[in-house]
């Protein structure tokens, strides 16, 4: 099992427009469910990401979990975790659970959660999504949990400065950093287009209402976002 995990002051995910959740201050969780998973690495996972401690302190170092913050969490998910394009063009999600077996663990991780106490909202299961919001950017592999990058290490990995070389792009290929990195690249180069062009107004509307989420195109192109949305 993969996680993205992000933390966020407050997230929505839309299915064709309309807001399917939301939570306030919290994680963000995008999920994907690799074929050897079951109940147990679902529950595992559950219970390490509720007590990842990456929320600041009194003296604002990282050191509260979601629980210690009594946050929220946003469970949305994402079985492109599990591309692989190691070698040819075409991404293979060979090693990504069929959608049953993808299903039930899902839901099982989001229940892991809230037995801990955690409140959970989702999105919809196989569906197309749009989910834009927070900072703070988190990769986390069950399988190699046990070395997981403090946030200045992950940053510096997010924005290609480190894992270089034949190795590192393998590493960066299994970990999904290519696909992160490019996620967080684009998203970045939209909030500084609508910053510029409508300030921070334009980018609190940018959370407004279900309608006023960016599409992708829109996120690749923000003029288009701006034009339809307005300064």
């Known amino acids: 099992m993969r996680a993205v995990v992000?933390?966020?002051s407050r997230a929505r995910v839309a299915v064709n427009g309309e807001v399917t959740g939301e939570i306030a201050a919290g994680l963000m969780i995008l999920i994907g469910v690799g074929r050897d998973d079951t109940s147990a690495v679902a529950l595992t996972m559950?219970?390490?990401?509720?007590n990842l401690r990456i929320f600041e302190d009194d003296q604002g170092k990282m050191n509260r979990s979601l629980l210690e913050v009594n946050g929220s969490a946003l469970v949305v998910s994402?079985?492109?975790?599990?591309?692989?394009?190691?070698?040819?063009?075409?991404?293979?999600f060979i090693a990504a659970a069929p959608p049953e077996q993808a299903k039930k663990l899902y839901e099982e991780f989001?229940?892991?959660?809230?037995?801990?106490?955690?409140i959970v909202a989702t999105g919809v299961f196989q569906a197309m999504m749009s989910v834009v919001e927070g900072h703070g950017n988190f990769l986390m592999d069950a399988v190699g949990?046990?070395?997981?990058?403090?946030q200045a290490r992950m940053r510096r990995s997010l924005q290609g400065g480190s894992w270089e070389g034949p190795l590192g792009k393998v590493m960066r290929r299994l970990l999904g950093l290519d696909l992160k990195r490019a996620q967080y690249e684009?998203?970045?180069?939209?909030?500084d287009?609508?910053?510029a062009a409508a300030g921070r107004d334009g980018v609190r509307?940018?959370?407004?209402?279900?309608e006023s989420l960016p599409t992708l195109e829109e996120i690749r192109s923000p003029e288009l976002w701006l034009a339809r949305i307005g300064p």
């Not at 559950?46 to 509720?50: D, F, G, N, R």
């Not at 949990?145 to 403090?150: D, K």
């Not at 509307?205 to 279900?210: D, E, L, M, R």
């Open 6 to 8: 992000q933390r966020v």
């Open 46 to 50: 559950a219970e390490k990401i509720a």
């Open 78 to 92: 994402q079985f492109t975790l599990y591309g692989d394009a190691r070698g040819q063009r075409r991404p293979s």
């Open 110 to 118: 989001s229940e892991g959660l809230r037995t801990l106490g955690v």
């Open 145 to 150: 949990s046990a070395a997981i990058p403090t």
């Open 186 to 191: 684009e998203g970045q180069k939209f909030f």
């Open 193 to 195: 287009a609508v910053s």
């Open 205 to 210: 509307a940018v959370f407004a209402s279900a």
